[in-house]
Every structure is written in structure tokens, then in C-alpha cells.
């Protein structure tokens, strides 16, 4: 016969056994962590070699205890990627606050699920309470609430859903949550900028109405919508018979930072009626800031928000939140099910959080921004946010003071777009290969896209603690390497003689 204690001892909270395991397993991966720091921003290894060095059984016999896994966890941590080195600059992928790392083991250990006030009861109230915060930083009305997800995808989408599903219950009485789609449902459109998130259509196809919905909008010199072109764009649209549902703003590009006039496209919205749905994933951070805020102007009047925490909020993946101006929105993705969250505690006044999210079990992730906001304050909080913006100037500065690179873009948050030597093939090859070469080197991690039909290069700087004397080397490796890449290229091209 197996004792209970040979399985309490696995379980956080089941007996003194269990937590002392917890604590040993805690202290390993504080060790563990703790040689982090040292790491550079990648190894270089390629999937090959990953597989070789973690290679061994999924799933044996027995368990091979913390020493000889410790040894194994040591090789996957030294072959990942290093958010906090000044060399990690590809994507919005940050360092995490350690207040918030201590959260996450917090809210793992406790394992609440925010589907049901029965499973999270004091977490459903902490998360209603930070997003009413959320509501109120954005300056969204009394009416407004909104749901923690996964991501910046999640919520763009259901800001689309809840748009779409609006639009056809008040401009035709149709309940998409009861009958589906009408039959001329491919009458709509969402309209977005040039630059704005994958994402966007992303939703169209979820929401069966396919890529062909996306209207995507001219932008100006600072790849920021151009109000007059949206508005044609609507003008047109309405001419043809086609159905303008939501315009989605990007207040934070993924590529450039940019940030569209939110209170002119606003004004377009109310004028035409029309769902504004602002993707701030990126720059909604900005929120918390004092000489950046400015930039946001407009997001107040928006109909539904996208806000994540794990880009410029410092928090692990994953941490996001979806805001909507009118809770009762929420209306057309409710579902009540008599064993989580029937329509007699609603009545009540339980909050079972499922009502207001296209998932159901959830984690509470609100406890890592909650932790993170109550450990720093809004002042120290809103410096680091702009030191992200400040990074972005002080390197826009030293590659317009470079002979070899080029700025395409004017920064406005944290990204900067550049390119080396542009003008010729050999240029335009090297810009291609440059950031897969430094990557592959373990060298250091830095964006590439295509601006305009061409390959450039992107920094995304996302740790507030980098050094303006680390832009400038990480800018001097690029130089050093692009140069050398510029040489290989010329000599392997063919004789033009």
C-alpha cells in the first residue's frame, strides 16, 4: 500500500512534506537563475545542435531527482534567450520585474482559475479592482470594465468580435450570438493603418469574414494613419455599399512605435458611427508616463482598448488586458452554465468572470501587474517607461551621426528602423543576412523587416537599465559586422566587367 505522504510530498500546500518540497524546488531555481545575469544575449546554437544537447527521455521510468535535473535545466537556460542582455533587441520581449517574477510563482502556486468567483474569490475581486484602475488611466467612462487575456491578439480580437456582434444587433436587430452571421456579413469591413498588427486580420478570418474585411490605410512620413485617407477610405466604402464596422488605431506600431492620431480618428468614428477599437499593446504603457503621455489624447473616446503588460509593463508572458467603454457589451459573448456560473449568482451579484472573456479557465495574471504597481509606485514606474523612449532617441541620434546606417523613421517609443548603406544590391543583401548572421554568431539579437519593399534593420529597446554607452557598442557590433558581410557579398557577386 502507497502512503500519502509518497504523493503529499509533490504538492505545494498538501502538508509540511509538500511544502518543504516546494521550498527546496524554489531555492534550486533561485540558484539557477541567479547565474542568469551572466548570459549572452544568445549561444548561437541552431535547432540541430539544440536537439543534440537536449536529447534524453521525455518521460522515464522514474524521476531523476533535482541534482541531475538541475544539470539539464543548466543547458536549456544557456541556450535561451537573455530578455535582459543590452544585446536583445528584436522584439518587444522585456526583462521581468523581479516583484512580478515572485508574483508569477505566487499565483502558480495558489493555481486560482478565473472562470468562477468559487475557484478565485479574493483574485476576482483584485482583478476587477485593477482593471477599474486600467479603465481609469485610460480615461474610459464609469460604464467601462474589461477582462485580463492572454495577449495583445486575444484582445484585438475580441474587440473586433464585440464590434462586429454591436453593429449587427443595433444597426439591424440581428443577434449574431443566436443566429450567427447574416447572410450579407460580407458586407463589413474593419479599417486599419499600413503598419497595424497582423493581428487584424488575424480576427477577420476567426470571425469568418476573411482577410477580404481588412481595409488597410495609407500612413504619413511617421507611418501614423492619415486621417484624410481614412476618411475616403469610409467615404468609399459607404459608396459601394459595404459596411464600415470598427477602425482599429495603433497607438504603439510594432515596428516603429508610432502612434496614430487618436483624437482626429476618434472625431472620424463618432462621425460616422463607427466602433474604435484602440490597439495599445505597445504604447498604452505610455499611460503611466508624465511627458509622454500626451501622445495617448484620444484613447479616452475609444469603444474597446487592447493594453498589454508583458511588452512595456516589464511583466512575464503572459499579462494583457482588454478594456471595453461599456460594460454591458459584454452581453453578446455570455454564456451561463448551470456548474460554473448560473444565471442565479449573476443575479446575485457573483462575479464569475467567464462572462466577460472568450476563454474560460484563466490565470491570475492580474497579481504579477498588481504586485508590480504596488512595489514601485507610478513615479518610479512611469520613469522607466520613458527611459524606453529616451533609449530609442539616444540611438536614433548615433545612427544619424553614422556614416554607415541610415534612419528610415523618426522614433516615437521604444523602436528604431534603420538600415546599413542602403542604396545598392550588396546593401540591400546585406540588410537581409545581417540579423540572422549576428544571431547565428550569438552575437546579438536585433529585428529585420521590409519598409517600403526593402529590408532594414530594427532595435527595439525594452530594458529601462541599458547603458547609452551599450546602444553605442551594440550600434558599433552592427557596424563592425555589416562591413565585413558588405565585403563577403561584393566578393562572391560575379564580375560586372
Same mark, same amino acid.
Given at each position: 500500500?502507497?502512503?500519502?505522504?509518497?504523493?503529499?510530498?509533490?504538492?505545494?500546500?498538501?502538508?509540511?512534506?509538500?511544502?518543504?518540497?516546494?521550498?527546496?524546488?524554489? !531555492?534550486?531555481?533561485?540558484?539557477?537563475?541567479?547565474?542568469?545575469?551572466?548570459?549572452?544575449?544568445?549561444?548561437?546554437?541552431?535547432?540541430?545542435?539544440?536537439?543534440?544537447?537536449?536529447?534524453?527521455?521525455?518521460?522515464?521510468?522514474?524521476?531523476?531527482?533535482?541534482?541531475?535535473?538541475?544539470?539539464?535545466?543548466?543547458?536549456?537556460? &544557456?541556450?535561451?534567450?537573455?530578455?535582459?542582455?543590452?544585446?536583445?533587441?528584436?522584439?518587444?520581449?522585456?526583462?521581468?520585474?523581479?516583484?512580478?517574477?515572485?508574483?508569477?510563482?505566487?499565483?502558480?502556486?495558489?493555481?486560482?482559475?478565473?472562470?468562477?468567483?468559487?475557484?478565485?474569490?479574493?483574485?476576482?475581486?483584485?482583478?476587477?479592482?485593477?482593471?477599474?484602475?486600467?479603465?481609469?488611466?485610460?480615461?474610459?467612462?464609469?460604464?467601462?470594465?474589461?477582462?485580463?487575456?492572454?495577449?495583445?491578439?486575444?484582445?484585438?480580437?475580441?474587440?473586433?468580435?464585440?464590434?462586429?456582434?454591436?453593429?449587427?444587433?443595433?444597426?439591424?436587430?440581428?443577434?449574431?450570438?443566436?443566429?450567427?452571421?447574416?447572410?450579407?456579413?460580407?458586407?463589413?469591413?474593419?479599417?486599419?493603418?499600413?503598419?497595424?498588427?497582423?493581428?487584424?486580420?488575424?480576427?477577420?478570418?476567426?470571425?469568418?469574414?476573411?482577410?477580404?474585411?481588412?481595409? !488597410?490605410?495609407?500612413?504619413?512620413?511617421?507611418?501614423?494613419?492619415?486621417?484624410?485617407?481614412?476618411?475616403?477610405?469610409?467615404?468609399?466604402?459607404?459608396?459601394?455599399?459595404?459596411?464600415?464596422?470598427?477602425?482599429?488605431?495603433?497607438?504603439?506600431?510594432?515596428?516603429?512605435?508610432?502612434?496614430?492620431?487618436?483624437?482626429?480618428?476618434?472625431?472620424?468614428?463618432?462621425?460616422?458611427?463607427?466602433?474604435?477599437?484602440?490597439?495599445?499593446?505597445?504604447?498604452?504603457?505610455?499611460?503611466?508616463?508624465?511627458?509622454?503621455?500626451?501622445?495617448?489624447?484620444?484613447?479616452?473616446?475609444?469603444?474597446?482598448?487592447?493594453?498589454?503588460?508583458?511588452?512595456?509593463?516589464?511583466?512575464?508572458?503572459?499579462?494583457?488586458?482588454?478594456?471595453?467603454?461599456?460594460?454591458?457589451?459584454?452581453?453578446?459573448?455570455?454564456?451561463?452554465?448551470?456548474?460554473?456560473?448560473?444565471?442565479?449568482?449573476?443575479?446575485?451579484?457573483?462575479?464569475?468572470?467567464?462572462?466577460?472573456?472568450?476563454?474560460?479557465?484563466?490565470?491570475?495574471?492580474?497579481?504579477?501587474?498588481?504586485?508590480?504597481?504596488?512595489?514601485?509606485?507610478?513615479?518610479?514606474?512611469?520613469?522607466?517607461?520613458?527611459?524606453?523612449?529616451?533609449?530609442?532617441?539616444?540611438?536614433?541620434?548615433?545612427? !544619424?551621426?553614422?556614416?554607415?546606417?541610415?534612419?528610415?523613421?523618426?522614433?516615437?517609443?521604444?523602436?528604431?528602423?534603420?538600415?546599413?548603406?542602403?542604396?545598392?544590391?550588396?546593401?540591400?543583401?546585406?540588410?537581409?543576412?545581417?540579423?540572422?548572421?549576428?544571431?547565428?554568431?550569438?552575437?546579438?539579437?536585433?529585428?529585420?523587416?521590409?519598409?517600403?519593399?526593402?529590408?532594414?534593420?530594427?532595435?527595439?529597446?525594452?530594458?529601462?537599465?541599458?547603458?547609452?554607452?551599450?546602444?553605442?557598442?551594440?550600434?558599433?557590433?552592427?557596424?563592425?559586422?555589416?562591413?565585413?558581410?558588405?565585403?563577403?557579398? &561584393?566578393?562572391?557577386?560575379?564580375?560586372?566587367?
Amino acid at each position: 500500500m502507497i502512503d500519502r505522504n509518497s504523493f503529499a510530498e509533490h504538492f505545494f500546500g498538501t502538508g509540511e512534506e509538500g511544502a518543504r518540497s516546494y521550498s527546496s524546488w524554489m !531555492r534550486m531555481a533561485a540558484d539557477l537563475l541567479s547565474l542568469a545575469p551572466d548570459s549572452p544575449a544568445y549561444s548561437g546554437a541552431n535547432p540541430d545542435r539544440l536537439g543534440e544537447l537536449l536529447a534524453g527521455e521525455i518521460c522515464p521510468e522514474n524521476g531523476i531527482g533535482q541534482e541531475v535535473l538541475r544539470e539539464r535545466l543548466e543547458v536549456l537556460l &544557456q541556450n535561451s534567450i537573455a530578455p535582459w542582455h543590452p544585446f536583445t533587441a528584436a522584439h518587444l520581449h522585456t526583462p521581468v520585474l523581479s516583484s512580478s517574477l515572485a508574483a508569477e510563482a505566487i499565483l502558480t502556486a495558489i493555481n486560482q482559475s478565473m472562470d468562477s468567483f468559487d475557484q478565485a474569490p479574493a483574485a476576482s475581486v483584485l482583478e476587477q479592482k485593477v482593471i477599474a484602475w486600467l479603465c481609469g488611466l485610460a480615461g474610459l467612462p464609469a460604464t467601462a470594465s474589461g477582462t485580463f487575456t492572454a495577449g495583445g491578439t486575444q484582445s484585438n480580437y475580441m474587440g473586433l468580435l464585440i464590434a462586429r456582434d454591436h453593429f449587427l444587433l443595433s444597426r439591424m436587430g440581428w443577434s449574431a450570438r443566436e443566429k450567427g452571421l447574416p447572410r450579407d456579413a460580407n458586407k463589413m469591413r474593419f479599417l486599419c493603418s499600413e503598419v497595424a498588427h497582423f493581428s487584424v486580420e488575424k480576427s477577420a478570418i476567426q470571425l469568418g469574414l476573411g482577410t477580404q474585411a481588412v481595409r !488597410r490605410i495609407t500612413c504619413d512620413e511617421d507611418f501614423r494613419m492619415h486621417p484624410d485617407a481614412l476618411r475616403a477610405e469610409i467615404s468609399s466604402l459607404l459608396a459601394e455599399g459595404l459596411w464600415p464596422v470598427a477602425i482599429v488605431a495603433t497607438a504603439g506600431t510594432t515596428d516603429f512605435g508610432s502612434i496614430d492620431p487618436l483624437r482626429e480618428i476618434s472625431d472620424i468614428a463618432h462621425e460616422y458611427g463607427v466602433w474604435l477599437h484602440v490597439d495599445a499593446a505597445y504604447g498604452g504603457a505610455l499611460l503611466l508616463t508624465g511627458r509622454y503621455r500626451q501622445l495617448l489624447e484620444g484613447v479616452e473616446k475609444a469603444d474597446s482598448v487592447t493594453i498589454d503588460f508583458h511588452k512595456a509593463f516589464f511583466q512575464p508572458i503572459s499579462c494583457s488586458a482588454f478594456l471595453l467603454a461599456d460594460e454591458g457589451r459584454f452581453e453578446t459573448i455570455r454564456v451561463n452554465a448551470d456548474y460554473l456560473n448560473s444565471e442565479d449568482r449573476e443575479t446575485e451579484g457573483i462575479p464569475d468572470l467567464v462572462t466577460r472573456s472568450v476563454l474560460t479557465t484563466r490565470r491570475f495574471d492580474a497579481l504579477k501587474l498588481w504586485m508590480s504597481l504596488q512595489a514601485l509606485g507610478r513615479n518610479q514606474f512611469g520613469a522607466m517607461i520613458e527611459r524606453l523612449a529616451d533609449l530609442a532617441l539616444i540611438a536614433a541620434r548615433h545612427i !544619424r551621426n553614422s556614416t554607415d546606417l541610415e534612419l528610415i523613421a523618426r522614433p516615437q517609443f521604444g523602436t528604431v528602423v534603420f538600415r546599413f548603406r542602403p542604396g545598392t544590391a550588396e546593401a540591400t543583401r546585406v540588410n537581409e543576412q545581417l540579423p540572422h548572421l549576428m544571431f547565428a554568431e550569438g552575437r546579438a539579437v536585433i529585428g529585420h523587416t521590409v519598409v517600403r519593399g526593402e529590408p532594414a534593420l530594427k532595435l527595439t529597446l525594452c530594458n529601462p537599465a541599458t547603458e547609452e554607452y551599450e546602444v553605442r557598442e551594440l550600434l558599433d557590433a552592427i557596424t563592425v559586422r555589416g562591413t565585413a558581410l558588405m565585403s563577403e557579398v &561584393q566578393y562572391a557577386s560575379p564580375c560586372a566587367c
